[in-house]
């Protein structure tokens, strides 16, 4: 009897190791959560609406089609290729883009997705872009994986583009948590290529700052909390600075998907 109570409780025991361990590891597919959506929808509508000027009606507008086309094309190489990475991550791009629109309606600014035609954008540049991106993805899952690695660079570089020239406060907490999301869904895309025994190299940013993401841990968003040692919901704004490992800058809400 003593052996038995001993096994079940080695057996617990393990269990609980692993789920601690998995549950805080570098996953491959990041978690597509929908428990923050509305605290962060609550935030954009609760910080205040200030002043738009020109370069932030211009990076909301461009950032609104921009997540769609991250989305579109994932949704296409979903359906190409079978890859769940591409499913788990096209909804997210769902989420981010629904945080633009939210400021969009904030600010009353005609939305470009009134109409949300898949694959077709008012933008030229974006346009030309999806249909490149397109093209080369379905040649290969290995240079689809590359193109979705490719489009989270670019998405990182233009929201820190963006938000260096912008200072309302709901935008900013918009951009910082897209590119925590951006930072993990790049992550996500090298370790899928690292299985197929492809190394990634960045296409656009430079090596010090790919290498940086790469080799920190995804980032955990709901309410700026991650996995791991420390106290405090991240660095940035708002009540509740601390110290936590990651990279989550920016307000105490997160939403890092």
């Known amino acids: 009897m003593q052996y038995v109570k001993l096994a079940a409780s080695n057996i617990v025991i393990g269990l609980i190791v692993f789920l601690s361990f998995y549950g805080c590891s570098n996953t491959v597919e990041p978690e597509v959560g929908t428990s923050s959506d509305e605290e962060m929808m609550k ?3 609760n910080l205040p609406k200030e ?7 211009t990076g909301l507008t461009y950032m609104r089609e921009e997540e769609k086309l991250a989305r579109d094309v994932y949704i296409t190489f979903y359906n190409t290729w079978g890859e769940k990475v591409f499913n788990n991550i096209s909804k997210a791009e769902q989420k ?3 945080a633009i629109k939210a400021l969009l309606e904030k600010y009353e600014l005609e939305d470009p997705m009134e109409v949300d035609e898949f694959g077709v954008f008012k933008n030229k540049d974006l346009q030309d872009l999806y249909d490149s991106l397109i093209e080369t993805g379905k040649q290969s899952l290995v240079d689809a994986l590359n193109v979705g690695a490719t489009i989270e660079e670019i998405d990182i570089l233009d929201l820190i583009k963006y938000k260096e020239q912008i200072d309302n406060e709901d935008i900013i907490f918009v951009y910082d948590n897209l590119t925590r999301g951006s930072r993990n869904h790049l992550r996500a895309y090298v370790k899928n290529l690292k299985n197929q025994g492809v190394d990634y190299k960045p296409q656009y940013m430079s090596e010090e700052d790919f290498l940086a993401i790469i080799n920190s841990e995804m980032e955990r968003g709901h309410n700026g909390n991650k996995c791991g040692n420390g106290k405090g919901n991240g660095n940035g704004k708002g009540n509740g600075k601390g110290h936590g490992n990651g990279h989550g800058n920016g307000h105490k809400y997160g939403w890092g998907n």
């Open 51 to 57: 002043d738009l000027s020109s370069n932030e009606e």
């Open 96 to 98: 981010h883009t629904d």
């Open 43 to 45: 935030t954009i509508e």
